[in-house]
């Protein structure tokens, strides 16, 4: 299997971390091809703008929808867009790795799709939901939260965290076409000590070493 791993956290020695690198060399080790998207490392600029192309349609006015179809029909996305649009293509399987912020995306992850579901080459001309340019691949969201699991279910005070989760789940990843897996959430990985942050990473080691016989989930009702 292909594997694409998207990361981003600003702390090199962060548990976020520990999961990322552990995630690419269990896999690896499994025998599936891997590649990477370390938004920190690479200093990715999250921020749309016409630099996501070498060339526009319109240079008065800036439509990013329509200059993603120009792009897409002309070929010419800028160099770091067209490349982390390849990986996805490439992939079978897409792991987010990424603390949970304002119930949402880190602003850096969250640009990375800005600029790189590009319509016209990612979604568009009726390519969405389940006629999608990604249907067959799958989708897990990997994270951290700051808070304990039991202020994520229903009725706790931050509400039930399949519906946090189900606007990146439903509004960005089975829009493009992708079957979404079940998130692997570590609730506040800081109150942990050590032995508890290697029992965690263990379990997800164990859980990636099957990830390939896993199913999709059902974001409306999980």
Same mark, same amino acid.
């Given at each position: 299997?292909?594997?694409?791993?998207?990361?981003?956290?600003?702390?090199?020695?962060?548990?976020?971390?520990?999961?990322?690198?552990?995630?690419?060399?269990?896999?690896?080790?499994?025998?599936?091809?891997?590649?990477? +998207?370390?938004?920190?490392?690479?200093?990715?600029?999250?921020? +749309? +703008?016409? =630099?996501?192309?070498?060339?526009?349609?319109?240079?008065?006015?800036? =439509?990013?929808?329509?200059?993603?179809?120009?792009?897409? @029909?002309?070929?010419? #996305?800028? @160099? %770091?867009?067209?490349? @982390?649009?390849?990986?996805?293509?490439?992939? %079978?399987?897409?792991?987010?790795?990424?603390?949970?912020?304002?119930?949402?995306?880190?602003?850096?992850? =969250?640009?990375?799709?800005?600029?790189? #579901?590009?319509?016209?080459?990612?979604?568009?001309?009726?390519?969405?939901?389940?006629? $999608?340019?990604?249907? $067959?691949?799958?989708? &897990?969201? +990997?994270?951290?939260? *700051? *808070?304990?699991?039991?202020? !994520?279910?229903?009725?706790?005070?931050? *509400? /039930?965290?399949?519906?946090?989760?189900?606007?990146?789940?439903?509004?960005? &990843?089975?829009?493009? $076409? #992708?079957?979404?897996?079940?998130?692997?959430?570590?609730? *506040?990985?800081?109150?942990?000590?050590?032995?508890?942050? =290697?029992?965690?990473? /263990?379990?997800?080691?164990?859980?990636?070493? $099957?990830?390939?016989? @896993?199913?999709?989930?059902?974001?409306?009702? !999980?």
């Amino acid at each position: 299997m292909r594997v694409l791993v998207v990361y981003w956290h600003p702390e090199p020695q962060s548990f976020n971390a520990a999961m990322f690198h552990m995630a690419c060399a269990t896999l690896m080790a499994a025998g599936h091809e891997v590649k990477t +998207s370390n938004l920190y490392e690479m200093n990715f600029d999250p921020v +749309s +703008s016409r =630099k996501n192309f070498t060339t526009v349609k319109d240079p008065t006015y800036l =439509k990013l929808q329509l200059e993603e179809m120009n792009a897409t @029909e002309l070929g010419c #996305f800028a @160099e %770091d867009v067209e490349n @982390e649009i390849s990986k996805i293509e490439w992939c %079978d399987l897409m792991i987010w790795q990424f603390p949970l912020w304002w119930f949402g995306l880190p602003a850096v992850l =969250k640009g990375w799709v800005d600029r790189v #579901f590009a319509m016209g080459r990612v979604y568009g001309y009726g390519h969405i939901y389940e006629t $999608g340019v990604f249907r $067959g691949k799958q989708a &897990l969201l +990997s994270l951290t939260t *700051g *808070g304990p699991e039991e202020a !994520y279910h229903k009725c706790a005070f931050n *509400g /039930d965290i399949n519906g946090i989760l189900r606007p990146i789940h439903r509004g960005i &990843l089975q829009f493009v $076409g #992708f079957d979404v897996l079940k998130p692997h959430i570590v609730y *506040g990985p800081v109150h942990m000590v050590d032995e508890q942050r =290697k029992v965690v990473l /263990d379990a997800y080691a164990t859980r990636l070493q $099957g990830i390939h016989t @896993e199913y999709p989930i059902d974001v409306g009702i !999980y």
